[in-house]
């Protein structure tokens, strides 16, 4: 079946560094979501892409799509407090109205004050 | 703000016993999916609707797990018999059916944290 991985597993970082999570894909995807889980919580979804190669800001968060749609990253600069928590990419699959929406393995991110 | 109500919240149950959880997603959508997430992992779908109907339930384990959304609104999601290795995080979302590049984004519910005791 369909697996979406992502790297690094787990990463700390010390306050104002950068931080970036990789997400591939087994399978071409229709589009890609990331969520944002922080600790005892439920994930809250942050954005969709959905054009090959698109590249999508938010603030210090930069969203990139693979050209071939089988893979994205997500880019944090100058990290704070506020951004720990697990990130995951989610990938959709399949027809419409038969769409499939799996995860990925998520990265782990701990801030170092 | 709507959002995807379930309960109970937190459930402890022996292994052997049934045991059910209840998801009201967001008004209006059409898709809802049930995830499992252990601790330390990606949310790993069970069963996901469109509407009243299943459209994937390939990694639901059919032998002990079983799940319903009679009138395409709320579902159920039941156990039996529930096993220590089902104790995990289990995680209602709802959204829009797709409707090409506009966002269909999860919505998540709060989740039902179950140990098997």
């Known amino acids: 079946g369909q697996q979406v991985m992502q790297i690094p597993q787990y990463q700390h970082v010390q306050e104002g560094e950068d931080f970036t999570t990789y997400c591939n894909s087994s399978t071409t995807l229709s589009n890609i979501q990331w969520y944002k889980q922080r600790p005892g919580g439920h994930p809250v979804f942050l954005i969709q892409l959905v054009k090959s190669g698109e590249v999508k800001k938010q603030k210090r968060l930069t969203f990139q799509f693979g050209e071939a749609k089988k893979n994205s990253s997500l880019h944090i600069t100058a990290t704070q407090t506020t951004d720990v928590g697990t990130y995951f990419c989610a990938g959709k699959t399949g027809n419409f109205g038969n769409e499939k929406l799996t995860f990925g393995t998520g990265t782990r991110l701990t801030i170092i004050p | 703000e709507a959002e995807v109500a379930q309960s109970p919240r937190y459930k402890i149950t022996e292994k052997s016993q049934a045991v059910a959880f209840w998801c009201d997603p967001i008004?209006?959508?059409?898709?809802l999916y049930w995830y499992r997430q252990i601790l330390g992992q990606g949310p790993e779908l069970l069963v996901q609707f469109q509407d009243e109907s299943v459209v994937d339930d390939s990694q639901l384990p059919k032998d002990r797990f079983s799940a319903e959304r009679l009138k395409g609104v709320d579902s159920t999601l039941k156990i039996q018999p529930a096993e220590l290795g089902d104790s995990a995080m289990y995680l209602c979302?709802?959204?829009?059916?797709?409707?090409?590049?506009?966002?269909?984004?999860?919505?998540f519910g709060q989740g039902t944290r179950l140990t098997v005791v």
């Open positions: 979302a709802s959204s829009h059916r797709d409707r090409g590049p506009m966002n269909t984004e999860a919505f």
């Open positions: 008004s209006g959508h059409a898709t």
